[in-house]
């Protein structure tokens, strides 16, 4: 992996101002050369309500180890690393380098990586921070996410061999409302993380807060991640393949989803959804996490392997 990591020493006097004002963000941008660019999903945040709103919700501390991801012109950066401990900012778009430098200025307690966040490993992460030898190493993430990325995000780091204690995500309404669905409202997404941690979401963010504006609202969602998963190392394969055929038909009954993808006979799945002491009727969104369990516990194993996030 090209990553180009520098640690960043105390700049006095920063001249930038204010980087929600959007004549101020469109001048820094204009001196580097820059547009936002459709590829990259870039919609920078012009809202200062907003922008203390994300602040408020990590709830951060002098000894807070903070990932940002997409650190973009530096607005939340700047936020970022007068709250934590130590910050450690990726941008893959290696022309934010410079112009983070001067927006950010050169605090002591600021690492740039550019590169690909998903291609971090946990060692890189474990240097960035200055945490090589640390066994009580943790961190939080604050992200301001493209809308294509999240699913794929989440469950990279969600199960990443050092996951991080909490995220605080601005993404897309409609993705943080679904992936915070409670029982009757599930779907593979919400399960999927919650497994892991609890997610809250905090506030909704029109989209006249971005520029470019995009074509959806967005959401400050938080995820707290479970000091376990709920479900345990030994069915949690099992859970998310019978889940996946269960989500795969929503209209349908559980009964009829899985009789179709499982190709068992249908009175042993009923049996098995009447064990869990579920109504025959029930439908895959309606299920609890512990339901998913109970079944996956009853029923043959599933050797067909299949993903965990889905945006379904």
């Given at each position: ?42 919609n920078f945040l012009v809202d200062r309500e907003v922008l203390e709103e994300i602040v408020e919700t990590a709830n951060l501390t002098p000894q807070s180890n903070v990932l940002e991801v997409g650190a973009g012109t530096g607005v939340l950066t ?88 909490s995220f605080t995500l601005l993404l897309q309404r409609e993705v943080a409302e679904r992936i915070a669905a409670k029982p009757g409202d599930m779907s593979l997404l919400a399960l999927s993380v919650q497994v892991y941690g609890e997610p809250t ?112």
């Amino acid at each position: 992996m090209n990553m180009v990591s520098q640690r960043v020493s105390r700049l006095e006097g920063q001249t930038i101002g204010d980087l929600t004002d959007l004549n101020t963000l469109r001048s820094v941008l204009r001196r580097f050369g820059m547009q936002p660019t459709k590829k990259l999903s870039q919609n920078f945040l012009v809202d200062r309500e907003v922008l203390e709103e994300i602040v408020e919700t990590a709830n951060l501390t002098p000894q807070s180890n903070v990932l940002e991801v997409g650190a973009g012109t530096g607005v939340l950066t700047r936020e970022l690393v007068q709250r934590a401990g130590h910050v450690v900012a990726v941008e893959v778009d290696t022309r934010a380098t410079a112009l983070l430098k001067e927006t950010v200025g050169e605090p002591k307690n600021l690492t740039l990586i550019s590169a690909d966040v998903m291609r971090l490993t946990p060692e890189q992460l474990r240097h960035a921070f200055g945490q090589e030898h640390s066994r009580l190493f943790r961190y939080d993430i604050v992200a301001n996410l493209p809308y294509h990325l999240t699913s794929h995000f989440l469950q990279h780091f969600l199960e990443f061999s050092i996951p991080p204690r909490s995220f605080t995500l601005l993404l897309q309404r409609e993705v943080a409302e679904r992936i915070a669905a409670k029982p009757g409202d599930m779907s593979l997404l919400a399960l999927s993380v919650q497994v892991y941690g609890e997610p809250t979401v905090v506030a909704t963010v029109p989209k006249t807060a971005f520029w470019p504006v995009p074509t959806v609202d967005s959401a400050i969602l938080r995820i707290d991640r479970h000091e376990k998963p709920r479900w345990p190392d030994e069915v949690r394969d099992q859970c998310f393949r019978l889940a996946k055929v269960g989500f795969a038909h929503r209209r349908k009954t559980l009964v009829n989803s899985l009789r179709g993808g499982l190709r068992l006979p249908a009175d042993q799945i009923v049996a098995a959804i009447e064990h869990c002491k579920l109504q025959r009727t029930v439908r895959a969104q309606e299920l609890r996490l512990e339901d998913w369990s109970a079944l996956a516990e009853t029923l043959p194993p599933l050797s067909r392997p299949s993903g965990t996030l889905s945006p379904r």
